[in-house]
């Protein structure tokens, strides 16, 4: 086929851009994937008991605060990692704004706790689990983030969807935050952390396969 | 002074493209086409100069660009420079092409000018090599048909819903799935 042939059959037709754009399009992902999450949430690990009293505890929405401010800044870069061309600075300073502000309220518990206390705050009860929760709860998120991703087109897909899968992670958590009892800053700065950061890398891992367009 | 030239002409170049192809996204064919052709010239020039040790590549290449261009391209926003979007789905195009055949060594310029897309012109085309009517063939009948009828005979989509048997819909799904499949296909990967 020659390359006007081509240039009249892509003409050809309807040229226009039908669907809702990129932000509602992770939005509607994003929201129908944490359903799916609080669904799991629910079904395996239930609300945790005393959650409204905890709702009174200034640490429950730093908590909250933490993972749902770092979920706006990975669809800040989810948006910007889908679009060819579309600048990234800011981006890295975006993500590791939530991130530093937990690690200094981490930093300053710690100091300003019981020497014999400082190893409960890290690891409180749950740590071995508390990953792998949040790594299963982002499942239904990363598919249908992932999916929308597949259809945008990441001139760096590695990164996309590293992006893509800590969106998911850190929806995850903040869905996680209503079954979780840990009021650790420490902790949380720890092991949600590594909890988000598994979906992140299995992202980054199927992006340079899966995001190549 | 040749500095200002070249960027006014650049400037110039620029609002045409990006009228032309928000014109061609508000549903003007015309517009669209001509927004491509001018566009195929320009990916032209730009690749050559990149790909002087595989000539042949070229062509090829240039197709593989306005497939891509043309599948995503909902994910141009209007905000932001047209040269910009282009300028990275080529070099992405490209460094994909050279990662493929992992022959690094032919990036003998830097890729990194967003002006230089648009600042040279190459109307000529060589024959493309790889014969996409070929790679067309080759779809699922649920997206080959939809293209062959709405693409390539120019019937409407209700004319060839009636054709095919197929829903409204389903057409413009095969449209939009067959063209991406394409661009799979290119890559060697379907």
Known sequence: MKTDDLISMLAKGDSSVAGPPAGQRYAIAGGLGAVGAALMMLVLLQLRHDLLQALWLPMFWVKIGFVASLAGASLFAVLRLSRPGASLDGVMLILALPVLAIWAIAAFSLIDADPSERSRLFFGDTWMVCPLLIALLSTPVYLAVFRVMQDMAPTRPRVAGFAAGLLSGAIAATVYCLHCPEMGAPFIGFWYLLGMLVPALIGAWQGSTRLRW | ?190
């Open chain 2, 1 to 190: 002074m040749q500095r200002t030239t070249r960027e006014e002409g650049f400037r110039t170049k620029e609002d045409r493209l990006k009228t032309l192809l928000m014109r061609g996204l508000a549903g003007e064919n015309a517009a669209y086409q001509m927004f491509l052709t001018e566009l195929s010239a320009h990916l032209r020039a730009f690749l050559r100069r990149r790909l002087i040790q595989l000539p042949d590549e070229v062509e090829d290449l240039v197709q593989e660009a306005l497939l891509a261009v043309h599948n995503q391209r909902h994910t141009y926003d209007p905000g932001q420079p047209l040269s910009a979007w282009v300028h990275a789905i080529a070099r992405y195009k490209l460094v994909d092409l050279l990662r493929r055949r992992a022959v690094h060594e032919t990036l003998n310029d830097p890729l990194d000018e967003a002006m230089d897309v648009f600042s040279n012109s190459d109307t000529e085309a060589a024959e493309a090599r790889r014969d996409l009517n070929k790679l067309l063939a080759d779809l699922p009948d649920q997206q080959r048909l939809p293209i062959v009828h709405t693409k390539l005979e120019g019937l409407s989509v209700k004319e060839t819903a009636e054709l095919t048997g197929m829903s409204e819909s389903a057409i413009k799904v095969g449209v939009h799935r067959g063209l991406k499949a394409l661009a799979l296909k290119i890559r060697g990967f379907l």
